[in-house]
C-alpha cells in the first residue's frame, strides 16, 4: 500500500521561511513524478513544483526563485522549501506522485494535473501573515 506522509509547514509572516516534507512508503521517489500541489479556499489545486520523469525540477512563474523542491533519496523524501513568503501563498499544500509507467508522467510533461497523480500525502495547512 502506498503512502504519502506530509510534515512541516505551519504558520509564517511576510517574507519568511516554511519547509514541507513528504516521505513516501511502499512507493519509490526515484524515479517518479512527484508535485507540489496547493489549493486555496474557492480555488482549484494547482501544481506549483514537481519533478518530472528525469528528475528535472520545474515551478509556476510566480513561486519560481523563491521556492524549491528537493529529492532524499536515501530517506526516500521530497522536500519544498519556501523562502520569502508571501500572503497569497496561504494555501494547503499538497505532496502528489505518480509512477513513470503511468502515461502522463511517461510523457515526460509538466503540470500534468490532478488527474496524473494517484498517490496524495494528506495536506498541510501553510498561513501566511502581513
Known amino acids: 500500500q502506498v503512502r504519502l506522509f506530509q510534515s512541516g509547514g505551519g504558520s509564517a509572516q511576510a517574507g519568511g521561511s516554511l519547509n514541507l516534507s513528504c516521505t513516501a512508503s511502499g512507493f519509490s521517489f526515484t524515479p517518479a513524478c512527484v508535485a507540489w500541489f496547493r489549493q486555496a479556499p474557492g480555488e482549484e489545486r494547482l501544481e506549483v513544483a514537481e519533478f518530472n520523469k528525469f528528475g528535472s525540477p520545474r515551478y509556476r512563474d510566480f513561486v519560481q526563485g523563491r521556492f524549491s523542491i528537493s529529492r532524499d533519496t536515501a530517506a526516500n523524501t521530497v522536500h519544498l522549501q519556501m523562502n520569502n513568503l508571501r500572503p497569497e501563498d496561504t494555501a494547503v499544500y499538497y505532496c502528489?506522485?505518480?509512477?513513470?509507467?503511468?502515461?502522463?508522467?511517461?510523457?515526460?510533461?509538466?503540470?500534468?494535473?490532478?488527474?496524473?497523480?494517484?498517490?496524495w500525502g494528506q495536506g498541510t495547512q501553510v498561513t501566511i501573515s502581513s
Open positions: 502528489a506522485a505518480a509512477s513513470v509507467t503511468s502515461r502522463e508522467c511517461y510523457s515526460g510533461g509538466w503540470f500534468l494535473g490532478t488527474s496524473a497523480y494517484p498517490y
